[in-house]
């Protein structure tokens, strides 16, 4: 069974941090890209982050770029996400998702788009408000 499971998500003032952590399990990690994307009510989900497993070369969308930093353990299966000087736009449910095809992956997320990715896992919120 393929699972993705985030965990760190939660409240935090602007300018504040938190660290998001996916941990995979079902399928051959290696071989897939995975990405974080995120989504608030009424607009369509975004992707901010991904890592190519092959090569681990890593990708930012331009709203994120130099605050947010990807990183893997690959012995734990485990992405996380560590968000620095939050915003209030940051606010969203943030998704953890895997793909096969790395290089599609990593050109929608670099460019905030959506793209319709293998796994998934359930989302958790981070809200950034004062």
């Known amino acids: ?3 993705l499971v ?11 941090s938190l660290r998001l952590s996916c941990v995979a399990s079902g399928f051959p990690f290696d071989d897939y890209a995975i990405a974080w ?15 190519t497993m092959n090569d681990g070369r890593k ?16 012995a734990k299966n ?8 939050l915003r209030s736009e940051d606010t969203a449910v943030y998704y953890c998702a895997a793909d096969r095809f ?6 929608v997320v670099q460019n905030g788009g959506y793209y319709d990715m293998d796994y998934w896992g359930k989302g958790i919120l981070v809200n950034v408000s004062s």
């Open 78 to 85: 485990t992405v996380d996400l560590q968000m620095s000087n």
């Open 37 to 51: 994307f995120r989504q608030v009510p009424g607009k369509e989900r975004e992707g901010v982050s991904c890592i």
């Open 1 to 3: 069974e393929v699972q």
């Open 59 to 74: 990708y930012y969308s331009d709203a994120v770029k130099g605050r947010f930093t990807i990183s893997v353990d690959s």
């Open 102 to 107: 790395v290089v599609q992956t990593a050109v």
């Open 6 to 16: 985030e965990s760190g998500g939660g409240f935090v003032e602007p300018g504040g």
